[in-house]
């Protein structure tokens, strides 16, 4: 079956559902269709009314820089970092960080992984093709490609990397070392962000790891082909995250925005940085004292664009369904009620999957 390009389709002759499967049977993504040379979308990706949402971002505000440099031999720094770490996590949701402990090299080669995942021969890549998410590994193009609204511009290595890390051989040989590799460093410095977190929350600086949310990472290795009509469509549409945190890893090109006090604000990568953005179960705990904002990536006509993002959270059983998650009791009073209602990392993913990247909260689901 054809893809249908964007340019001159009949509404009448437009069946979407019929398209989505013929482009997912492919099993090539995004990717296979720069391959085939491509220089109109497919209608699949066509976002309504993405003309008229403007790409311009507003170029007063930035998102925090923290430097994590002698936070762990310095109180006073500490202290500067933790009410540092508390108003960004309150009023942005986002920060970026330096000093993390996780060498360039690494970085850079966690770029490069993905890179070579994504241009593999595309008959050794279809192998890791599938939409069944309880495999620990697999690639494919939008997990919400059948329930969005229109299609995203990317495809997605990921895989569940803790709490029980899959055997080495079940990972793609051409990132194996480099994923384990990357994943163990970002769990080390997950555990730090927790520490931080929970004090500038006012709780014990081990509270949020003894409530195990530093327990689980789900990688998300992106890869962002350069795309002919980038007005048309978005590289990622407007969503929040479903993990506590995420650390994101971007290379330099860019497109990265987050929405702050209405107003779309770039994210541009700083060399050696990682982004650090707070994710739906966070708020849900801390009853929005932080905050999980909307954030989007735009399409670009340069490409491609490289991402690895860790969100920290269970993904598998049993973890995932054995531990209720409410707003903490410590945060709570009269004056501050709970907002939301228990819930299972597994639920809140669940409704997450099923709606899709639609722009709504999947926090709304769980309001009291």
């Not at 994504?118 to 890791?128: A, F, G, L, P, T």
């Not at 014990?204 to 082909?225: Q, R, S, V, W």
Request: with cysteine.
């Amino acid at each position: 079956m054809v893809i249908t390009s964007s340019a001159g389709v009949q509404e009448s002759n437009y069946d979407k559902e019929s398209q989505i499967k013929a482009f997912d049977d492919t099993r090539a993504g995004v990717k296979g269709l720069i391959d085939n040379g491509i220089t109109k979308i497919p209608k699949i990706f066509v976002h309504d009314k993405r003309s008229d949402v403007s790409s311009d971002s507003d170029q007063s505000a930035a998102v925090p820089l923290i430097d994590l440099e002698g936070i762990d031999e310095d109180r006073s720094q500490r202290a500067k970092v933790v009410e540092g770490v508390r108003e960004a996590c309150a009023e942005w949701g986002f920060f970026q960080v330096v000093n993390h402990g996780i060498p360039v090299s690494v970085l850079e080669e966690m770029i490069s992984g993905v890179a070579r995942f994504h241009e593999q021969d595309s008959e050794v890549k279809k192998e890791w093709y599938s939409r069944d998410y309880t495999r620990k590994v697999l690639y494919n193009s939008n997990f919400d490609l059948y329930q969005a609204p229109a299609a995203n511009w990317r495809d997605t290595l990921s895989c569940a990397m803790a709490p029980r890390q899959p055997n080495p051989r079940d990972l793609p040989h051409v990132c194996r070392d480099i994923m384990i590799d990357y994943s163990n460093k970002v769990m080390v410095l997950a555990q730090r962000l927790f520490e931080l977190l929970s004090e500038a929350l006012g709780l014990d600086p081990n509270y949020l790891k003894d409530i195990h949310c530093a327990e689980g990472l789900f990688f998300l290795g992106h890869y962002y082909p350069a795309c002919p009509e980038p007005d048309l469509t978005f590289g990622t549409s407007s969503h929040s995250d479903s993990s506590f945190l995420t650390v994101l890893l971007q290379d330099q090109i860019g497109g990265l925005q987050v929405l702050h006090e209405n107003q779309w604000v770039d994210v541009n990568p700083i060399p050696g940085a990682l982004v650090i953005n707070l994710g739906d179960m966070l708020q849900l705990i801390s009853n929005d004292r932080f905050i999980s904002v909307q954030h989007r990536v735009l399409a670009k006509t340069v490409g491609p664009r490289i991402s690895v993002a860790c969100f920290i959270r269970q993904h598998l059983p049993p973890e995932n369904a054995s531990r209720l998650y409410g707003p903490i009791k410590e945060l709570l009073s009269e004056e501050s009620p709970a907002i939301y209602r228990e819930t299972t990392v597994k639920d809140l993913v669940t409704h997450y999957y099923a709606k899709g990247l639609d722009g709504i909260s999947a926090l709304e689901h769980f309001k009291l």
